[in-house]
């Protein structure tokens, strides 16, 4: 059984940065496209930004520039650097990757003030 556990998440002034990390455990065999979802309050689950087995990132067009996805150390795991930090960026972030099926963390919240 596949867990993906995310951390890194808080309130943050407008302007600010964030780093959310994301691990998977459990039995993973290859590395596979993992993702950052984020969901507003009152807002549809929106794909933030992914990373895919070789490497390449893709962002949706409001992070492009602001925010960084990256493999982090460990196998399986992702981080996103998240900079310049806007209240429209206030969500909670779910990691989510695809082995066999869909994935998802348990999500960590975070708070952009004004």
């Known amino acids: 059984q596949v867990q993906l556990a995310e951390s890194g998440g808080g309130l943050v002034q407008a302007g600010g940065s964030l780093r959310l990390s994301c691990a998977a455990s459990?039995?993973?065999?290859?590395?596979?496209?993992m993702a950052w979802y984020r969901q507003a309050p009152g807002k549809q689950r929106e794909l933030v930004a992914s990373?895919?087995?070789?490497?390449?990132?893709r962002y949706i067009e409001a992070v492009r520039g602001r925010f960084t996805i990256s493999r982090g150390g460990a196998k399986n795991s992702i981080v996103l650097e998240m900079s310049s930090l806007k209240t429209e960026d206030t969500a909670v972030y779910y990691c989510?990757?695809?082995?066999?099926?869909?994935?998802w963390g348990q999500g960590t919240q975070v708070i952009v003030s004004s």
């Open positions: 989510h990757g695809q082995w066999g099926r869909d994935y």
């Open positions: 459990g039995i993973v065999f290859r590395p596979s496209t």
């Open positions: 990373i895919d087995a070789g490497g390449s990132t």
